[in-house]
């Protein structure tokens, strides 16, 4: 985005401008006059460019970077209660059980869970209702780290190549200080925008928010317990934990809580094995295997390795891996 020149300055320019063409016709006859309007020249440009240059890249900058899908790649759904929206999804043929028969996965977003989730007394339907809730946020999400992981490539091609304009120079430089790189580490950049084993997500979604039972996930949109210490972050303070310095970070919908949490495990140092083991899985033409990523993730709880230990319980007796090989429906352009 191109700032523009506030009207202020720029009605103080129409009245100067006068006067400093006719002061700049007689300072051009001398060496030195010419040296003394170049130097004053370049110091109000230098001021300009430090009041309206480039602003710090927001917590989501995904917008900024041009992260997101072009148009709108999922159809959002209103806020429901739970039966309510058990029922669409079967009425629309979205079951657990033809997803695991190959189909693929609706494009619905779920802009928040029903409030009424701890009401369903079948805990099998309950957490039915929360994997197919958030299985396509989930895919969304990593289907958008592809597509910038490929523009990341083609300009890390073009750099080498030496043929990379200054904007998109720019641009990839941007891209890799949101991402916590190293500078001008290309493997280091690519081994943080990659995507996340759906059931690993889902996995700790369930883990964290309770199936979507819990206070964060019900009045903050909050399925993965990250945590803020600003007060200019929104949050929801912890009830059970006496005189917390932390708030649990809060969102506006599910979907910007996904793709928080998708970069907050491609980004912060505390996760750098996790990325290394996802690095090699690729670097071996496996996928990665959400079992063995959770092993790398002991420091995303207070619990340790007894956090591991549950991450892995979950994902196997809920089957998750099976949702990992699956894809959004094609979107048609209308």
Do not use: C
């Amino acid at each position: 985005m191109v700032a523009r020149m506030p009207n202020a300055i720029l009605q103080h320019w129409r009245r100067w401008q006068p006067r400093l063409l006719h002061h700049g016709a007689r300072v051009n006859r001398s060496l030195l006059g010419r040296t003394t309007v170049l130097g004053g020249a370049l110091g109000i440009f230098l001021v300009l460019g430090l009041w309206q240059g480039a602003q710090p890249l927001p917590p989501s900058a995904w917008q900024e970077l041009g992260l997101l899908a072009e148009g709108p790649a999922l159809r959002r759904l209103p806020p429901r209660d739970a039966d309510d929206l058990a029922a669409f999804f079967d009425s629309n043929g979205y079951t657990l059980a033809r997803l695991q028969n190959g189909a693929a996965v609706p494009r619905l977003a779920v802009a928040r869970l029903p409030r009424d989730m701890d009401d369903l007394a079948d805990s099998d339907r309950r957490k039915a209702l929360f994997l197919r809730s958030l299985l396509p946020l989930v895919l969304q999400a990593n289907a958008e780290i592809a597509r910038i992981r490929g523009q990341v490539i083609a300009a890390l091609d073009a750099k080498a190549a030496g043929r990379l304009g200054a904007t998109d120079a720019l641009w990839l430089e941007q891209v890799a200080d949101w991402y916590g790189a190293a500078p001008g580490d290309a493997a280091d950049l690519l081994s943080r925008i990659d995507q996340v084993p759906p059931s690993l997500a889902l996995a700790q979604a369930a883990q964290e928010s309770g199936w979507g039972r819990s206070r964060f996930a019900r009045d903050a949109n909050a399925l993965f317990g990250q945590r803020v210490w600003s007060d200019h972050q929104p949050g929801l303070a912890p009830k059970e934990v006496d005189q917390a310095n932390f708030r649990v970070r809060a969102f506006p919908d599910l979907m910007t809580g996904v793709r928080s949490y998708l970069h907050n495990l491609n980004s912060h140092r505390a996760y750098q094995r996790f990325r290394e083991l996802r690095a090699q899985s690729r670097a071996g033409g496996q996928r990665a295997d959400a079992i063995d990523l959770a092993g790398s993730l002991s420091q995303y709880s207070e619990e340790g390795a007894d956090y591991v230990t549950a991450l892995r319980r979950l994902i196997s007796r809920n089957d998750l891996r099976a949702l990992d090989g699956l894809r959004l429906e094609r979107l048609t352009r209308s």
